[in-house]
């Protein structure tokens, strides 16, 4: 995707399935990348993959639902490299597995989701928007899911939690509107990760991976973008698009 190259992305939750997918998809369009996830180790390992691409990388592990790793992560990121162009809110827990019913939820457990998919995600944008705001430029992205915009018995807390971030999403595009910055949710769909794996332990149906579903993240990253703001796209219908386009 033209655009890209010397961007600074920063992702959550890049250890793994979509966040990982991500890093490197950025990387090749020649962004550098700011990454965080709770796992250090497989955090690392991503870092140490990428620098072998040649990619300039950093990456701090730490829960994004708490102010203090919050201020560590972006501040860090703003010191080595000056700005953020893009933010990509990934990081998300699915909470007990299997999900219980509304009606068995542990609280505790349902705070935590919660805390996690829809709080941290405010707390990330807070602190990067007003870069964003100074320097008249900014892509944020969430990722939601089609239970976040439909309700599913047995999704629990997930699904509400998604039903937060994309109100969120469209509360932020209209604070933002006409400054240059822009917030806009994808939803993925279903993919082949250890999540859905554990959400759907008995799934007898193909997959689509998560490598094939990062254009319409580069896409709402890039200029060709600069006039998209509170929109929710499918990635999936998006790489289809570009299927047919071919």
Not at 199 to 214: F, G, I, M, R, S
Request: proline residues 4%.
């Amino acid at each position: 995707m033209s655009g890209l190259n010397g961007k600074v992305v920063m992702i959550t939750g890049a250890s793994k399935g979509l966040g990982r997918a991500l890093s490197f998809a950025f990387a090749k369009a020649g962004a550098k990348l700011a990454l965080s996830a709770r796992g250090e180790t497989a955090l690392m390992n991503v870092k140490r993959d990428l620098e072998a691409l040649r990619t300039e990388v950093l990456a701090a592990a730490g829960d994004m639902s708490v102010s203090r790793d919050v201020e560590r992560f972006v501040a860090a990121a703003e010191d080595a490299y000056g700005k953020i162009d893009v933010l990509i809110n990934n990081a998300s827990i699915l909470g007990p597995s299997p999900m219980p019913l509304l009606l068995d939820y542990p609280e505790a457990d349902f705070a935590e989701v919660l805390r996690v998919n829809a709080v941290g995600p405010f707390l990330v944008t807070r602190r990067v928007i007003p870069n964003m705001l100074l320097h008249g430029y900014g892509s944020i992205i969430n990722v939601t899911s089609e239970a976040g915009n439909v309700g599913f018995a047995g999704w629990g807390a997930y699904g509400i939690s998604k039903f937060a971030l994309e109100g969120l999403t469209e509360t932020w595009a209209d604070e933002v509107g006409e400054t240059g910055v822009r917030v806009n949710m994808i939803d993925p769909g279903e993919m082949d990760t250890e999540m859905h794996a554990l959400a759907v332990p008995d799934c007898d149906y193909e997959l689509a991976k998560p490598h094939e579903l990062t254009d319409v993240f580069l896409y709402l990253a890039s200029d060709q973008a600069k006039e998209v703001n509170g929109q929710r796209l499918s990635a999936q219908k998006f790489a289809q698009e570009i299927r047919e386009q071919a």
